[in-house]
């Protein structure tokens, strides 16, 4: 499996953006699926956005499509999240996570928080109205 940490959280103005960083060890990052999670206080893990090893296919929740903005440098092992017009809805502890199994098909992106193998220990984004 691979070690993932999140950096670029911080607190911002509703209508500001902010870009995370989820950072990898491990030679195989480049065959797993990566997915954006966050979870609000006293609210469930929800999915956010994720994309495939390849980078060919992403995917966004409704809540943050045409706003955020997922994307991986297999290179660096870095996956991105540029998140603009941001709002105080968006407000949560944000994890990066890595699929439980490598491989999958080029363009296999998932969403459900269940099927992840490895987390990042959160950045937390706060939107201020």
């Known amino acids: 499996q691979v070690q993932l940490g999140e950096s670029g959280g911080g607190l911002v103005q509703a209508g500001g953006s902010l870009r995370l960083s989820c950072s990898a060890s491990?030679?195989?990052?480049?065959?797993?699926?990566i997915s954006w999670f966050r979870q609000a206080p006293g609210k469930e893990r929800e999915f956010v956005a994720g994309?495939?090893?390849?980078?060919?296919?992403?995917a966004y929740a409704d809540s943050v499509k045409g706003r955020f903005t997922i994307s991986r440098d297999n290179a660096k092992k870095t996956v991105s999240l540029q998140m603009n017009s941001l709002k105080p809805e968006d407000t949560a502890v944000y994890y990066c996570?890595?699929?439980?199994?490598?491989?999958?098909?080029?363009?296999?992106?998932?969403?459900?928080?269940?099927?992840?193998?490895?987390w990042g220990q959160g950045t937390q984004v706060t939107v201020s109205s």
């Open positions: 996570a890595a699929h439980r199994r490598p491989n999958l098909s080029r363009s296999s992106y998932y969403t459900d928080p269940a099927d992840s193998g490895s």
């Open positions: 491990g030679r195989t990052f480049s065959s797993y699926p």
């Open positions: 994309i495939s090893w390849s980078g060919s296919s992403t």
